[in-house]
């Protein structure tokens, strides 16, 4: 979106996150959603990013959380991995698209004949969790605190900070590829840099030099790399999202500098993957909702090397309605006519809250959105102040989103952060509910109270 849109977050790990928060308990007078502290800092490995989002940039220690960016960005998706040091803690499971496009849905098993009918398809959808091995443990958690809605989408990124990264670090994706090979209806969705120093501030000049080198062949080997490594680990029918967030300023891997030299080696790449015996990966083209640095329809490589159309969306900025990032130009709607125009199915590889807070109302009508045009798959940016499980600054958001997913609506289990019960602490009887102030209170989700008979004068 436009510079004044433009998000200013880190993406980058840090070394070592390695500080231990102190937690104040504090009892809430009422209020929905997850209690009011935040949990530990938002998903250790949350990748970070400027504009948008972008992989972390160190897979052997935990990027920080991101900042929230001052200006709004279109580009608002969680980081990938950093520069890789050592594998994924190994704790959680071990571990061509051909001329005709393979089916957009992975295709289950050959079952036995039954005279039932067959059950309706189970929405795709997942969340950002993590870009390494704790992203993939998370799926299971939030699944649990969905009441057991489950999660068909894995999504993570790959390291921007060096080409070897890019080819997909040794030990980074076995994991993924573990739980994607679990059951045949499961989708692993990769974010891959197109090119190298990825969230660098490279200048525009250099850039548009890169771009050109890409487009006449340069780096193909990268990803051919890339393409043989998942492969061999059993998962050729991942969904790549190539360069996204292209129309920003956040990534080098930006289409700006030279629109006509970025669909070129955009094509290069995917004609260079397509060609690893074996492979049947889809590619999704992901801009950020609205105009941000240059329109992503001038960015569009064309037909033959898109598989999905996708979208970067997030409730940003400050002010603006749900129905105007519906209408807004290059907007939701000019996103779902695009897509249908050119035949392809949509998707939101990020999406979640931002500028406007705790928006329960944009929870519920995103959540509509997607459902009523067909999204191929959703993921949900799930670290604050995007999210609404790892983040507890969004309880009535939360709300929404775990009663419109749930196929019930059970006691909630404890949070992955805190360990404590993810639930809303009840009002309480014995305690006097103190006034702070509306903005303090929305910040909390609801009031403090003060419980009397804490303190006895001395006998």
């Given at each position: 979106?436009?510079?004044?849109?433009?998000?200013?977050?880190?993406?980058?790990?840090?070394l070592?996150?390695?500080?231990?928060?102190?937690?104040?308990?504090?009892?809430?007078?009422s209020?929905?959603?997850?209690?009011?502290?935040?949990?530990?800092?938002?998903?250790?490995?949350?990748?970070?990013?400027?504009?948008?989002?972008?992989?972390p940039?160190?897979?052997?220690?935990?990027?920080?959380?991101?900042?929230?960016?001052?200006?709004?960005?279109?580009?608002?998706?969680?980081?990938?991995?950093?520069?890789?040091?050592?594998?994924?803690?190994?704790?959680?499971?071990?571990s061509?698209?051909?001329?005709?496009?393979?089916?957009?849905?992975?295709?289950?098993?050959a079952?036995?004949?039954?005279?039932?009918?067959?059950?309706?398809?189970?929405?795709?959808?997942?969340?950002?969790?993590?870009?390494?091995?704790?992203?993939?443990?998370?799926i299971?958690?939030?699944?649990?605190?969905?009441?057991?809605?489950?999660?068909?989408?894995?999504?993570?990124?790959l390291?921007?900070?060096?080409?070897?990264?890019?080819?997909?670090?040794?030990?980074?994706?076995?994991?993924?590829?573990?739980?994607?090979?679990?059951?045949?209806?499961?989708?692993?969705?990769?974010?891959?840099?197109?090119?190298?120093?990825?969230?660098?501030?490279?200048?525009?000049?250099?850039?548009?030099?890169?771009?050109?080198?890409?487009?006449?062949?340069?780096?193909?080997?990268?990803?051919?790399?890339?393409?043989?490594?998942?492969?061999?680990?059993?998962?050729?029918?991942?969904?790549?999202?190539?360069?996204?967030?292209?129309?920003?300023?956040?990534?080098?891997?930006?289409?700006?500098?030279?629109?006509?030299?970025?669909?070129?080696?955009?094509?290069?790449?995917?004609?260079?993957?397509?060609?690893?015996?074996?492979?049947?990966?889809?590619?999704?083209?992901?801009?950020?909702?609205?105009?941000?640095?240059?329109?992503?329809?001038?960015?569009?490589?064309?037909?033959?090397?898109?598989?999905?159309?996708?979208m970067?969306?997030?409730?940003?900025?400050?002010?603006?309605?749900?129905?105007?990032?519906?209408?807004?130009p290059?907007?939701?709607?000019?996103?779902?006519?695009f897509?249908?125009?050119?035949?392809?199915?949509?998707?939101?590889?990020?999406?979640?809250?931002?500028?406007?807070?705790?928006?329960?109302?944009?929870?519920r009508?995103?959540?509509?959105?997607?459902?009523?045009?067909?999204?191929?798959?959703?993921?949900?940016?799930?670290?604050?102040?995007?999210?609404v499980?790892q983040?507890?600054r969004?309880?009535r958001?939360?709300?929404?989103?775990?009663?419109l997913?749930?196929?019930?609506?059970?006691?909630?289990?404890?949070?992955?952060?805190?360990?404590?019960?993810?639930?809303?602490?009840?009002?309480?009887?014995?305690?006097?509910?103190?006034?702070?102030?509306?903005?303090l209170?929305?910040?909390?989700?609801?009031?403090?109270?003060?419980?009397?008979?804490?303190?006895?004068?001395?006998?």
């Amino acid at each position: 979106m436009a510079s004044q849109q433009r998000r200013a977050r880190s993406r980058r790990p840090a070394l070592a996150v390695a500080t231990a928060a102190a937690a104040v308990s504090m009892v809430l007078a009422s209020g929905p959603g997850p209690a009011v502290a935040d949990p530990a800092p938002v998903p250790s490995t949350a990748p970070a990013r400027t504009d948008q989002a972008a992989p972390p940039q160190d897979l052997g220690t935990q990027p920080e959380p991101p900042t929230a960016p001052a200006a709004q960005t279109a580009d608002t998706a969680p980081p990938a991995p950093a520069a890789v040091t050592t594998p994924p803690d190994p704790a959680v499971t071990e571990s061509a698209s051909p001329a005709s496009p393979s089916p957009l849905q992975p295709t289950a098993p050959a079952s036995t004949p039954s005279t039932a009918p067959a059950p309706a398809p189970t929405p795709a959808f997942g969340a950002y969790l993590d870009f390494g091995a704790r992203g993939v443990a998370r799926i299971a958690q939030l699944s649990a605190w969905l009441g057991g809605a489950e999660l068909r989408v894995g999504h993570t990124y790959l390291p921007g900070d060096q080409w070897r990264n890019i080819e997909g670090p040794p030990g980074f994706l076995d994991v993924w590829a573990h739980w994607r090979r679990e059951k045949d209806d499961r989708m692993l969705v990769l974010n891959v840099p197109m090119l190298e120093r990825n969230e660098e501030g490279v200048s525009d000049p250099e850039v548009r030099d890169l771009l050109q080198r890409g487009a006449a062949g340069e780096f193909d080997h990268h990803f051919r790399a890339l393409a043989e490594r998942l492969v061999a680990l059993g998962v050729p029918d991942t969904v790549i999202v190539l360069g996204w967030e292209m129309n920003g300023t956040t990534y080098t891997h930006r289409c700006g500098p030279d629109p006509q030299a970025w669909k070129a080696y955009w094509n290069r790449i995917v004609t260079a993957v397509r060609a690893v015996p074996g492979q049947r990966f889809r590619f999704d083209f992901a801009p950020t909702r609205g105009k941000d640095a240059v329109p992503w329809t001038e960015c569009y490589p064309g037909d033959d090397t898109v598989d999905i159309i996708g979208m970067d969306a997030y409730d940003q900025p400050s002010g603006l309605s749900f129905d105007e990032q519906v209408s807004e130009p290059l907007g939701l709607q000019e996103h779902v006519d695009f897509a249908r125009a050119h035949g392809k199915p949509v998707s939101y590889p990020e999406w979640g809250l931002f500028r406007n807070g705790d928006n329960a109302e944009y929870m519920r009508r995103m959540l509509d959105w997607m459902d009523r045009h067909g999204a191929l798959y959703n993921t949900l940016t799930d670290y604050c102040p995007h999210g609404v499980w790892q983040c507890r600054r969004n309880p009535r958001s939360s709300a929404v989103y775990r009663s419109l997913l749930s196929p019930e609506s059970p006691e909630p289990p404890e949070s992955p952060e805190t360990g404590g019960s993810s639930a809303s602490p009840q009002r309480r009887d014995d305690c006097t509910p103190i006034a702070l102030g509306s903005w303090l209170e929305s910040r909390l989700g609801g009031r403090l109270c003060l419980r009397l008979g804490w303190w006895s004068p001395a006998r």
